[in-house]
């Protein structure tokens, strides 16, 4: 299933450029291609993708699952009828993470 992956809004996408921008370049190029392999297949199998548990909002919106990439997470959500994936935070792990 291929989908297309978007932003849930203009601001969205500009706070998950910024956080993207002042990552180490190498973690960089392994977040894109990370962001780019979601759209062939959002719920990739292994232990860097999970399904999160309760409801973790995310500017009003739901993440569901987390891609891990190193010491950083993408979380995002799959709309599953639009056939997209929803890009909604890139952060790096610590105990607020999920808060």
């Known amino acids: 299933m ?6 849930p ?4 996408e500009r706070v998950f450029q910024k956080a993207l921008e ?7 190029s392994a977040i894109v291609q990370a962001i780019r392999s979601l759209s062939l297949n ?3 199998q292994g232990k860097r993708t999970k399904r999160l548990k309760g409801q973790v909002i ?10 891990r990439v190193g010491p950083y ?8 009828q639009r056939k997209k994936v929803v890009l909604l935070k890139l952060v790096k792990r610590d105990e607020r993470t999920y808060d």
């Open 58 to 67: 995310v500017s009003e919106f739901i993440a569901e699952y987390r891609l």
């Open 2 to 7: 291929s989908c297309e992956v978007v932003f």
């Open 42 to 44: 959002p719920r990739p």
């Open 73 to 80: 997470r993408i979380l995002y959500d799959v709309d599953d």
């Open 22 to 28: 002042k990552i180490p370049t190498d973690y960089q």
């Open 9 to 12: 809004s203009e601001r969205v």
